[in-house]
């Protein structure tokens, strides 16, 4: 495969630059000494910036993953009686909160199936928020390695995984 490193740091900053220019036309006091100011640093400064946002993203969406995998598993135990289900806490929040305002209208059924969907959907999210991650990851490492380890902190090169081409490929959309 034959994919260009440069090529494709090239097409990550033409899309962040896109996606500013954007931005600032459709904001109404933007002036030209501003936009004059913007260089390609501002691209490798905000990769820190971006990558955090998406960990923190990431915690979320596992901490909600937790929750639901949680669910399911009392739905689906047959021995759980639905009285029972009103008592049981997740980080001392309840884990069926819709069985206070239930007057009857509660169906383990129902709910196992819409906790089934939620748990689709937040696997779904977070493949995608992986991916955006190893890409801001590999856009900081490649544009300034240096200057993007020294605003992540320690970053072990343990933890870096080498390229793979099936991963490029399904990135690229080939």
Do not use: C, W
Request: aromatic letters at 6%.
């Amino acid at each position: 495969m034959d994919v260009r490193l440069n090529r494709l740091l090239n097409s990550a900053e033409r899309f962040v630059q896109d996606k500013k220019e954007v931005k600032d036309t459709n904001s109404s006091g933007a002036n030209a000494s501003a936009k004059a100011s913007e260089t390609k640093s501002d691209f490798a400064v905000s990769l820190p910036v971006q990558y955090h946002n998406i960990q923190s993203k990431l915690t979320e969406l596992q901490k909600q993953l937790s929750r639901e995998q949680s669910r399911m598993s009392f739905l689906e135990d047959n021995n759980t009686k639905q009285e029972d289900l009103i008592h049981i806490l997740f980080e001392n929040e309840p884990l069926f909160p819709e069985l206070a305002n239930a007057e009857g209208n509660f169906s383990k059924k129902d709910s196992l199936a819409a906790t089934q969907s939620g748990i689709r959907a937040l696997v779904e999210e977070l493949k995608k928020k992986e991916v955006e991650g190893e890409n801001i990851f590999s856009l900081g490492m490649m544009h300034s390695p240096e200057e993007f380890k020294g605003k992540m902190g320690d970053v072990s090169p343990y933890a870096q995984k080498p390229l793979s081409e099936t991963i490029v490929k399904r990135l690229l959309g080939g």
